[in-house]
Every structure is written in C-alpha cells, then in structure tokens.
C-alpha cells in the first residue's frame, strides 16, 4: 500500500516550519553574515523577520534590477516614488522618498551614506529601533 506524499520541513524534527528552525537552517548553512539578534529582538511577526533576512539581505527580493538579471522586461521607473531609476533593494528601502517617510514615521533615521551596504544600513536601522525600545 502507498502512502501519500507529505510536505514536511526538513530542518526541523516534526517536519513543521517554525522561524526558530529557519534561523538554524540559514546558520547551518553559513550564509549569516549579519548580526541577526537585532532581528529577532523586533516585535514583529516572524514572518516578517525571514523577510527581512532572506529577501533584501540574500538578494531574494525581485526588484527590478533582479528582474533584468533574469532578462524579465520591466520599466525603469520605481513603483512607489516614481523616480527614473532602476529599483533595487537599496532604493526600495532607503533612497525611495516613499521609504523615507515610512521610516521617518516610525522614529527610525535612515543612514545617509548607504556606500557599506544594505547589510550596514540594516544593522544600523535595527540597533537604533532596539535602543528606542528599550527607553
């Protein structure tokens, strides 16, 4: 008698997704490069956490310049400030006017020379976002 298929997560041992198991797996694997205990400090869903880590960080998100890497037609023009420049994460989350309010909004200061990385700038962003908390 066949059994039928079964979706299970393989980094965990009941084969069910925890964020917890995603973490491990991403250290297991050596691609943690960023200090990611600012993340998990955030209170915010942990889906929004993974967001945060595989999709901008990793190169995840499909931007436009990831999309043209991919030979995927798109415009040129960024989605939500409507500037003349090819998307990518740096200016989805930062240089984007629009991004600027939002952080602006949340009492976050967005670092001006964005030239160490995304990486950078995250940390920084989550390092002053975890001291406000605290106060």
């Known amino acids: 008698m066949t059994e039928a298929d079964q979706l299970k997560w393989k980094w965990s041992s009941n084969g069910c997704y925890t964020s ?18 600012f993340i998990w400090k955030i209170k915010v869903p942990p889906s929004i956490k993974i967001f945060i880590v595989c999709l901008p960080i990793y190169g995840r998100l499909l931007t436009q310049d990831q999309l043209l890497r991919r030979n995927i037609p798109c415009t040129q023009n960024c989605v939500l400030c409507q500037q003349h420049v090819c998307e990518t994460a740096s200016h989805l989350f930062f240089y984007c006017s629009f991004a600027a309010r939002l952080w602006n909004d949340l009492g976050m200061s967005v670092v001006t020379a964005l030239e ?19 106060l």
Do not use: N, V
């Open 20 to 37: 917890a198991s995603a973490y491990k797996a991403l250290i297991s694997a050596g691609k943690l490069q960023f200090p990611l205990h």
């Open 116 to 134: 160490e990385g995304l990486q950078h700038t995250l940390l920084h962003l989550f390092q002053s976002y975890t001291k406000k908390c605290r």
